[in-house]
């Protein structure tokens, strides 16, 4: 009896042990489908906003494919830079990734909403570093 004892707290504590191991190596967050951060820009090493956003969240430039059959609306996201209207995708390439805090992808409802009409394929927000 005390053998079959003995090996119960065995495995328990080796179970337990491992759980707690295990859990360090998941501490860190993961990371946010609509956000880019910081350090997740340097760490890449990309030179530009466009270096970034192609290494770590390449979906924000997908096409959403036309959405509307009667109005003329852009079917890729609009960059915006420190929430001014920037231009199209091509305009990343000029944003330094070393002056970027952080790029966030708004989908098109809440960018509709948040920016107005004509932003139905999203909105590209690009933060930079205040020095």
């Given at each position: 009896m005390r053998s079959s004892v003995s090996a119960l707290v065995v495995v328990a504590v080796a179970m337990s042990a491992a759980a707690c191991h295990g859990a360090n190596t998941w501490d860190a967050p993961a990371p946010s489908r609509n956000l880019i951060?910081?350090?997740?820009?340097?760490?890449?090493?990309?030179?530009?906003?466009?270096?970034?956003?192609?290494?770590?969240?390449?979906?924000?430039?997908?096409?959403?494919?036309?959405?509307?059959?009667?109005?003329?609306?852009?079917?890729?996201?609009?960059?915006?830079?420190?929430?001014?209207?920037?231009?199209?995708?091509?305009?990343?390439k000029q944003i330094p990734a070393a002056s970027v805090a952080e790029i966030r992808f708004v989908e098109g409802w809440n960018a509709e909403t948040k920016f107005g009409p004509g932003h139905a394929a999203g909105v590209i927000q690009v933060y930079t570093r205040t020095q």
């Open positions: 951060t910081r350090v997740e820009i340097e760490q890449s090493r990309a030179n530009s906003a466009w270096d970034a956003v192609v290494k770590l969240r390449g979906n924000f430039m997908a096409s959403r494919g036309a959405n509307s059959l009667m109005l003329k609306v852009n079917k890729e996201p609009t960059v915006f830079l420190d929430d001014v209207e920037y231009g199209n995708l091509g305009t990343l």
